[in-house]
C-alpha cells in the first residue's frame, strides 16, 4: 500500500491549494459562534523504510465571538487567524500490515494557538475507489473557548478522506466532538454539534 499511498498522494493530492469556504457553528449553549475559513496545501512527501511522512499547510482565519440573546456579535471571544503546519507520519506496522501513526502541529503564527503540544492518532487508512480516507483519535484534551471568559477542555476525533468531484480534489474533515473530564479522561459526545469541513481545490 505504501507505494500506491504515496502515487496517490503525487498525482491527485500535492500541488494543489483547496479552500474552504464560511463554516459556522455555535458553542457554549449558543452563547459564541465560530466562523472559519482556510487555504490548505500539502507538501513535504518523506518516504522512510516502511512508511511516508508529509505537510499540511493552512491559511485560516478563524475568529469566536461572543453572541447576546438576539444572536448579535458583542465581541471577539478569540482570533485564531494564522498560517499553520501539521506534520502527518505514518508507518506500516508488522504485526496487522495496517498503516497507523499521527499528526501534530508543529508551527505556527497563530497566537496562544490550542493545538499546541496535540496529538492526533492516525489509524484505519485505507485507498479505494478512488478515494484516500483514514480516522483520527485525539491523545488526552485540548482547550475550547466558553462564555464565563474561561476554557473547557475538549477532544476531537474526526473521519477524513481525499475524494475526486468532477474531476477536482476535496478534502473533507467530519469532526466528533467530547467533553472531556481531565482527571479521569472519561468522554462524553458534546451538547454542541459540529459541521463537516469540506475544502475543495481552487
Do not use: C
Not at 500539502?42 to 499540511?56: A, I, P, R, W
Not at 478515494?131 to 491523545?139: F, I
Not at 473533507?172 to 479522561?185: A, C, H, K, Q, W
Amino acid at each position: 500500500m505504501k507505494e500506491q499511498l504515496v502515487i496517490y498522494l503525487k498525482e491527485k493530492v500535492f500541488g494543489k491549494i483547496l479552500r474552504t469556504d464560511d463554516v459556522i457553528y455555535f458553542l457554549d449553549e449558543g452563547k459564541l459562534k465560530d466562523v472559519y475559513s482556510d487555504q490548505m496545501m500539502f507538501s513535504d512527501l518523506q518516504l522512510t523504510e516502511n512508511g511516508v511522512h508529509f505537510s499540511m499547510t493552512t491559511i485560516a482565519k478563524e475568529r469566536v465571538y461572543f453572541l447576546n440573546e438576539k444572536g448579535e456579535h458583542t465581541g471577539i471571544k478569540k482570533d485564531y487567524t494564522g498560517t499553520s503546519v501539521f506534520r502527518y507520519e505514518l508507518t506500516k506496522r508488522k504485526s496487522t500490515r495496517e498503516f497507523t501513526g499521527y499528526m501534530r502541529m508543529i508551527s505556527t503564527t497563530t497566537i496562544t494557538p490550542e493545538m499546541d503540544a496535540v496529538v492526533q492518532g492516525v489509524y484505519d487508512i485505507k485507498l479505494e475507489n478512488n478515494e484516500l480516507r483514514w480516522k483520527e483519535q485525539q491523545l488526552l484534551y485540548r482547550d475550547m473557548p466558553s462564555s464565563d471568559g474561561n476554557f473547557r477542555p475538549v477532544a476531537f476525533d474526526a473521519d477524513a478522506r481525499f475524494y475526486m468531484e468532477e474531476g477536482k480534489l476535496r478534502f473533507e474533515y467530519i469532526p466528533f466532538y467530547y467533553d472531556v473530564n481531565p482527571e479521569s479522561m472519561e468522554r462524553k459526545l458534546s451538547a454542541d454539534k459540529l459541521p463537516p469541513f469540506i475544502a475543495k481545490e481552487i
